[in-house]
């Protein structure tokens, strides 16, 4: 018997797998830079949720982002520093962030 997936997994797996098609999008410490995103800008167009990612870019909304595809605040801070760097990591691809999210959720 074939088991159901909740929204959030078909939303996380979902944006893995646009994370793994879109990476001529990727921008870098903004949401979006004209019709560029980063990993959680593309993770709010694919639940739809755009508008969300175009308001204030603080940690209440990234937290709301990652939500969506069930990443705890920890992921998503991670997320934010693979997709940005920092100083003692180099930015990461989108492929590189999209096996790193799906490393961390059983399949």
């Excluded at 646009?18 to 167009?45: F, I, N, P, S, T």
């Excluded at 990652?66 to 990443?71: E, F, I, P, Y």
């Amino acid at each position: 018997m074939a088991t159901t997936k909740s929204k959030k997994t078909l939303t996380r797996l979902a944006w893995i797998t646009e994370l793994r098609r879109q990476g001529h999008r990727q921008c870098r410490r903004a949401y979006y830079v004209g019709d560029m995103a980063c990993a959680l800008g593309l993770l709010a167009e694919v639940a739809g949720c755009r508008a969300l990612a175009s308001s204030d870019e603080d940690e209440a909304t990234f937290n709301q982002i990652g939500a969506l595809a069930g990443l705890d605040d920890l992921m998503v801070e991670e997320v934010i520093d693979l997709n940005d760097g920092n100083p003692d990591r180099r930015p990461h691809t989108f492929a590189e962030i999209a096996d790193a999210v799906a490393g961390w959720f059983p399949s």
